[in-house]
């Protein structure tokens, strides 16, 4: 079941468990997956990744909570954390960067003040990898 409304707690959307959706999400605000997601998610603001949810995408956001799993390429602008029950099975990419005791990471992560997703900065990134090999 999906639910759309802002709640006490300052989440603006929510996808609940069972819900299934395919495609590609743009959210402002809050936004909290439970249920099962595949495509890609842009946003400038909040998602959290419920215990339960499973999601399959590459996503970019203001700021991430995981919670649950996600498989694909993660970008925060701002503060990536994965809690201790969170999975993520992808490159992460964030400013701030939180990994709880127990959380699991299967991927690269990178660090930076400033988060740019234009091609100039994964260039460079390219070239920086491939100079340190």
């Known amino acids: 079941m999906a639910r759309w409304r802002k709640s006490e707690n300052g989440i603006a959307g929510f996808l609940d468990r069972g819900t299934e959706v395919t495609g590609e999400l ?3 605000n809050t936004l909290r997956i ?5 495509g890609s998610i842009v946003g400038k603001d909040r998602l959290i990744i419920g215990e339960e949810a499973v999601v399959h995408a590459d996503i970019k956001v203001g700021d991430i909570e995981i ?5 694909g390429n993660v970008e925060a602008h701002g503060r ?3 809690v201790s029950t969170g999975r993520l099975r ?13 959380a699991i990471l299967e991927g ?3 660090m ?3 988060v740019r997703s234009d091609a100039s900065q994964s260039h460079e990134d390219s070239a920086a990898t491939h100079s340190s090999a």
């Open 67 to 71: 919670r649950g799993q996600v498989l």
């Open 108 to 110: 690269r992560s990178y």
């Open 26 to 28: 743009q959210f402002s």
């Open 34 to 38: 439970d249920g099962t997601f595949h």
């Open 90 to 102: 992808g490159d992460l990419r964030a400013a701030v960067l939180v990994i709880q005791a127990g």
């Open 112 to 114: 930076s003040d400033s």
């Open 80 to 82: 990536a954390e994965i």
